[in-house]
Every structure is written in C-alpha cells, then in structure tokens.
C-alpha cells in the first residue's frame, strides 16, 4: 500500500493554474509536517512547500513564493498544492511527503526529514 497519494498532475499553459492533492489512505499524518517537493529530469529533488500540523504555519521555497498555496485538511487526511502563474520552469514530478518526526517544531526542507512518500504526479508547462 502506497502511503501517500498525489494527483492533480497534467499539462497546464504558463501563466495557468493546477492544484495538487495528496492523500494518505488507511493512515492519518495529523501530526506530522506535510511537504511537497519536485523533481525535474537531471536534476535533483527540491523542496517547495510545507505545512506544520500544529498551526498551519507555511514555509514555501522563494522561486513558488505568492504563486503556490500549500494548505491542509486534517478531517479528510489531505494536503493541497495550489499553484498560480505556473512557468515552464516549474515542470517536474511534484511529490508529496510526510516528516518522519512526530509533532516537530521546526519545518525540514531536506527530503531525507521525510519519510513517507508518494508515487508523484507529473506537472507540464507549455511555453
């Protein structure tokens, strides 16, 4: 079983809108810190967004900053990626990932902080 499960993924125009979902089904990450991060071909995987579960406190990487929303519904187990004004630039898989520490304080951008994973969702931006 999939611990985490993104969608929303697709091929968008730059300057359009997606909004990603991640799901955790048959688990709860109430009290976790939920980030997304992505990954483009040859490069390594980034950190872009996160959202601490005690406050709802947000932290988003500077090249996504007033373009992406990250937010979270702790009823229905979801996390969301909001993303405006998409550039070619931000083409990748967008995975969504759980921090491995239970109730932490402070928000991990290191991808090795996280420890439950999804499969990935593909993000196309056409010039």
């Known amino acids: 079983q999939v611990p985490l499960v993104e969608s929303g993924g697709g091929l968008v125009q730059a300057g359009g809108s997606l909004r990603l979902s991640c799901t955790a089904p048959?688990?709860?990450?109430?009290?976790?810190?939920m980030g997304w991060f992505r990954q483009a071909p040859g490069k390594e995987r980034e950190f872009v967004a996160a959202?601490?579960?005690?406050?709802?406190?947000?932290y988003y990487t500077d090249s996504v900053k007033g373009r992406f929303t990250i937010s979270r519904d702790n009823a229905k187990n979801t996390v969301y990626l909001q993303m405006n004004s998409l550039k070619p630039g931000d083409a990748a898989v967008y995975y969504c990932?759980?921090?491995?520490?239970?109730?932490?304080?402070?928000?991990?951008?290191?991808?090795?902080?996280?420890?439950?994973w999804g499969q990935g969702t593909q993000v196309t931006v056409s010039s």
């Open positions: 959202i601490k579960w005690s406050d709802g406190s947000t």
């Open positions: 990932a759980a921090d491995a520490r239970i109730g932490a304080r402070d928000i991990a951008t290191m991808p090795s902080r996280y420890d439950y």
């Open positions: 048959g688990r709860t990450f109430s009290s976790r810190t």
